[in-house]
């Protein structure tokens, strides 16, 4: 005779408490911790994913939300390449955050990468301008292959969604001299997608 599966009926209080608990991190992940051999005890916390911040992920972040969509060059083959993307102010060009992804052609052709880049202040300060920028490099031989600088014209905006896409170059030996921009511990470089020549010092490893 076939067994019968059980179902589980939870009471109306424990569905509550359920529920509560689901909703009590907002999209965080609620988490027992435990807080050592000395207490024995536990405390509930909230896990939150980057994009939201406070004791139960109650707060948004202000954040870029870059989509990115990735094309080679014929020459480039099988080639692996590292991307490496920044925000930064374009007065001092500090570094606010970064993330790194590894571009394979016939994997990744057809992706299209989503990504959050985080201010490093809370609010940001609105009377700076902001950009991102991306390097390539060979993934293999980690030499240098091209830059990108994505300008955020509506800083104001509290979530900055832009969509990028970008070609990397084949291997070229022709530099570019910057006379305008001397460069101390490094070398003079221009975005290759920048039609008004804007210009970098690109540091020595």
């Known amino acids: 005779m076939r067994e019968r599966t059980k179902k589980t009926i939870l009471s109306p ?3 509550s408490r359920n ?4 909703q009590r991190c907002h999209r965080g992940l609620d988490m027992r911790v435990w807080l050592g051999s000395e207490t024995n005890s536990t405390v509930m916390t909230c896990q939150c994913p980057p ?4 004791n139960m992920c109650q707060y948004q972040n202000q954040r870029v939300s870059l989509t990115l969509q990735v094309q080679p060059s014929p020459e480039s083959g ?3 390449f ?3 993307l920044f925000l930064i102010d374009n007065e001092e060009r500090a570094i606010h955050s970064h993330e790194q992804l590894t ?3 016939r994997r990744d052709c057809q992706i299209k990468f989503n990504i959050y ?3 490093s202040t809370r609010p940001k300060n609105l009377t700076k301008s902001y950009s991102v920028h991306i390097d390539a490099y060979n993934k293999r031989s980690l030499d240098y292959r091209a830059s990108w600088l994505v300008p955020l014209n509506f800083s ?3 979530v900055h969604r832009t969509i990028v896409q970008i070609i990397i170059p084949r291997p070229t030996n022709d530099d570019e001299s910057c006379s305008n921009h001397p460069c101390i511990h490094g070398k003079c470089t221009k975005y290759i997608n920048d039609a008004i020549g804007t210009t970098f010092c690109r540091c020595n490893s």
Request: hydrophobic share 45%; net charge positive.
């Open 19 to 22: 529920i509560q608990r689901q």
């Open 82 to 84: 590292a991307l490496v």
């Open 103 to 105: 571009f394979i052609a």
């Open 78 to 80: 099988p080639t692996p």
């Open 51 to 54: 994009n939201y911040y406070g």
């Open 117 to 119: 880049l985080l201010y």
């Open 13 to 15: 209080l424990n569905r």
């Open 156 to 158: 104001f905006l509290p």
